[in-house]
């Protein structure tokens, strides 16, 4: 029971962070599957530190991810996979979220990116970095789109 209230009030405190978002600059835009395929193969996404958990998960090309949490009190890591169904993530922890499976909707304003909920309630903000090659496919005006990082190192 705890756990949901704590969903439902950092899902408000994001949906009035991306309120006041969209407010100064870009209107919200919920991205496609072929949006969503081509953002995170090979990216890293990073929970934007408003929360009292810190996330980091690693998107890789073959559909495989890992994952490392961080509060002031404790560390955690875990992998798992990934996969675009229509226009939603789904991501399958080994442990994290009970080991199920989770789809969301990815929305963009501006340079934040949030996750929605298939009955429509926020429940994170992230920063996106992108690898190079998907910096070099975007418009000169947005490389670096997610802003916030530099280009993944590829090897």
């Avoid at 991306?18 to 100064?24: E, K, N, V």
């Avoid at 996404?45 to 949490?69: E, L, P, Q, Y």
């Amino acid at each position: 029971m705890g756990g949901a209230v704590a969903r439902r009030a950092v899902g408000a405190m994001t949906a009035l962070a991306i309120a006041g978002l969209t407010s100064q600059a870009a209107a919200i835009e919920r991205l496609t599957g072929d949006q969503l395929q081509s953002l995170l193969a090979g990216s890293v996404a990073t929970t934007d530190g408003g929360s009292s958990i810190d996330v980091t998960i690693r998107f890789g090309r073959d559909g495989k991810m890992n994952g490392h949490a961080t509060t002031l009190i404790f560390s955690s890591r875990d992998t798992g996979v990934w996969e675009v169904v229509g226009d939603r993530v789904c991501m399958e922890w080994a442990n994290w979220q009970d080991a199920r499976k989770e789809c969301v909707y990815v929305e963009r304003a501006g340079e934040v990116f949030a996750t929605r909920s298939s009955d429509g309630e926020f429940s994170s903000t992230f920063k996106l970095e992108m690898g190079r090659d998907q910096q070099a496919a975007l418009p000169a005006g947005d490389r670096n789109a997610g802003g916030f990082f530099p280009p993944v190192t590829t090897r």
